[in-house]
């Protein structure tokens, strides 16, 4: 007992180890109390949304559940059938699609939109806002001023071509293989500012005497700003990749204002499948499956950043 | 995990964004200069168009949009009935009330919701800061690893507690909702913010015979005011901005605006009224933008914030 109270006092003192008096004392005290009153609400969110609820869903999905949850056991033909519906198919390839392109170009012309406002331009503080704003904005109204834009009779297409280019096409929303470039566009106008925020303060970060050395070096600045700016900002650009992709998640609001994952299912996306199953196809034990399915590369990335830090702390020691 | 997820680091620097440019030297008016601003004011264009042209359309009357005017051209004559009847008659199928009700239920969720989150993200902070018992890290950990869950995964089992507890469909149910999910952000927001003051202060109070409650309202309230802006902005424009949660658990009692925006849109019975659609759109748009306006550079920081998810 009295080693496994000094183990659990030796442990605290490397968790904190900047107080390690506080919380040092194996008895009960009345503060210890209070602090899990305090945070009943995060135990509670913790264990019972995180864990329990996920925990559920899984149980779901192994269950053969339509409106209300049912615990006949059906082992893994929900999967089964998931992977054969053409619906899923569609959603799986539309969100690399999505993901990969609006993410890559968010972060490309972040970057580029970035170094390009350090130039020491005028109006800096202006263009920024400009930049900036659409991030305040829903994704639903997002997705209906683009709609609006997008609208073949009445939109950019019609307005463009009233200027005399009689030939000129641009509606990807009313045909099935260009919808999802049509909610890129949306997405990137919403989230291209807050990659160029990050990405300026990164560039901002940097010691002013590099531009002094790749001067002297007679490195021309594309060239200082691609081999020795970006590899030094990585933090920023890591941040602004991480930020894009947790934005992925919020995918369903955009598809459902600007194509209800239409025309015909061209734009499904999981997201927009697991919430229709549970609610109007009222399929749960589906739906649920899918969730799981989103859950893996949430998963599989964080397991990766976790051994990549785990390696990294191990170099560390070995260093020392 | 969570000690190289959050990038205190990464904060930081954005505050450098206003301390003005460290680029390349300036140089002479080039065509490298002409082409910098070119590219510059074509990306302010592609920001600004759609605004633009909500707002022109929500000023035109329903032939001139429908005869096929210019989508960019400025209206004819100019009428501010799309806005009056975008907030109070607007059709819904048959619930012709106009955006107004969903704009006061918005209103009351993003008050209270915001309220309560900070809340008990403050005190999750200053528990996990300075009172910290068995497994609490564990705990925390576990929440962290909540920000990165989909939604989608545990919405369903979130409908069968609620319904269960009878709240489903309620207030209280969009309150928790949104507390729930702001949580693992705010309380990393204010842990971070609550490790890095000295620790002295935190033992004169307890020197000074001060207990869990008295250290946290006496002393570590007031000196969290800058963190709870930012808490604020953040909890003010995601709560607002929130559809999925709203159109699942706020029930139609409680609809919020995105959602009845998105209801007006999408009603397919009768003529589109697209001048009355980007009023609507533009009146949903209006507290986050005036948010964003006021807020300036806490704004950027906000988002920050936001970034420490990562």
Not at chain 2, 271 to 297: C, D, Q
Request: aromatic fraction near 12%; charged fraction near 10%.
């Amino acid at each position: 007992m009295a080693q496994s109270a000094s183990a659990v006092a030796a442990r605290r003192e490397t968790n904190a180890t900047r107080r390690p008096e506080y919380g040092r004392r194996p008895r009960f005290r009345l503060s210890t109390l209070m602090s899990i009153i305090g945070t009943t609400p995060m135990i509670v969110t913790a264990i019972g949304v995180f864990v329990i609820c996920i925990i559920y869903s899984g149980v779901l999905s192994f269950t053969d559940s339509r409106m209300l949850p049912s615990y006949n056991f059906v082992g893994l033909a929900q999967y089964e059938r998931l992977w054969n519906t053409s619906r899923w198919l569609i959603s799986v390839n539309n969100i690399w699609l999505f993901g990969l392109l609006s993410v890559g170009l968010s972060m490309v012309f972040g970057f580029l939109l970035a170094v390009f406002m350090d130039q020491k331009i005028r109006h800096e503080s202006l263009l920024r806002s400009i930049f900036l704003y659409p991030f305040a904005m829903s994704l639903v109204v997002t997705g209906l001023a683009w709609r609006w834009m997008l609208d073949p009779g009445l939109g950019i297409q019609s307005a463009v071509q009233g200027w005399g280019f009689e030939n000129f096409r641009f509606a990807p929303l009313v045909n099935a293989n260009t919808a999802i470039y049509g909610l890129i566009v949306g997405s990137i106008w919403n989230s291209v500012g807050v990659t160029m925020a990050i990405m300026l303060a990164g560039l901002r970060g940097i010691d002013g005497e590099i531009w002094k050395a790749a001067r002297v070096d007679g490195i021309p600045a594309w060239r200082t700003y691609i081999f020795i700016v970006l590899p030094m900002m990585k933090g920023a650009v890591f941040t602004a990749f991480v930020l894009q992709c947790v934005g992925m998640v919020r995918v369903y609001d955009i598809v459902i204002a600007m194509t209800q994952g239409g025309p015909g299912i061209a734009t499904q996306m999981p997201a927009v499948f697991v919430i229709e199953h549970i609610t109007d196809r009222l399929n749960v034990g589906l739906g649920m499956a899918a969730a799981m399915m989103m859950l893996v590369p949430v998963v599989f990335l964080l397991s990766l950043l976790a051994f990549v830090q785990w390696r990294g702390r191990v170099a560390k020691e070995k260093a020392l | 995990m969570t000690q190289t997820i959050v990038q205190p680091e990464a904060t930081a620097p954005l505050d450098r964004v206003l301390s003005g440019p460290r680029g390349p030297r300036k140089q002479q008016i080039t065509m490298a200069r002409i082409g910098i601003y070119g590219f510059l004011i074509i990306a302010a264009l592609f920001f600004l168009t759609p605004l633009w042209v909500m707002l022109v359309t929500s000023l035109k009357t329903l032939p001139e949009i429908r005869e096929g005017g210019n989508l960019f051209y400025w209206p004819r004559e100019i009428t501010f009935e799309p806005w009056v009847q975008a907030w109070s008659s607007a059709c819904t199928g048959r619930d012709c009330r106009g955006l107004q009700p969903g704009f006061i239920n918005s209103v009351k969720i993003t008050a209270v919701a915001t309220v309560v989150s900070i809340l008990i993200a403050a005190i999750n902070g200053y528990a996990l800061s300075f009172w910290r018992y068995r497994y609490a890290n564990l705990v925390f950990g576990i929440l962290v690893f909540g920000a990165f869950v989909p939604y989608q995964v545990v919405i369903y089992p979130l409908v069968v507690a609620m319904r269960e507890m009878g709240i489903f469909g309620t207030f209280p149910s969009i309150v928790i909702v949104h507390t729930i999910f702001g949580m693992p952000i705010l309380t990393l927001l204010y842990r971070n913010f609550f490790s890095s003051l000295p620790p002295e202060l935190f033992k004169a109070g307890r020197v000074d015979g001060a207990g869990f409650w008295q250290i946290f309202f006496r002393i570590m309230v007031p000196m969290a005011v800058p963190i709870t802006v930012v808490a604020v902005i953040l909890q003010l424009t995601g709560i607002w901005n929130d559809f999925l949660f709203g159109t699942i658990f706020a029930g139609r009692a409680h609809m919020p605006m995105t959602v009845q925006l998105n209801n007006i849109v999408q009603t397919t019975t009768g003529i589109r009224e697209y001048n009355v659609h980007m009023a609507a759109t533009m009146l949903t748009a209006a507290v986050p933008l005036a948010v964003y306006f006021i807020s300036g550079k806490w704004f950027v920081r906000g988002i920050a914030a936001g970034a420490v998810k990562g």
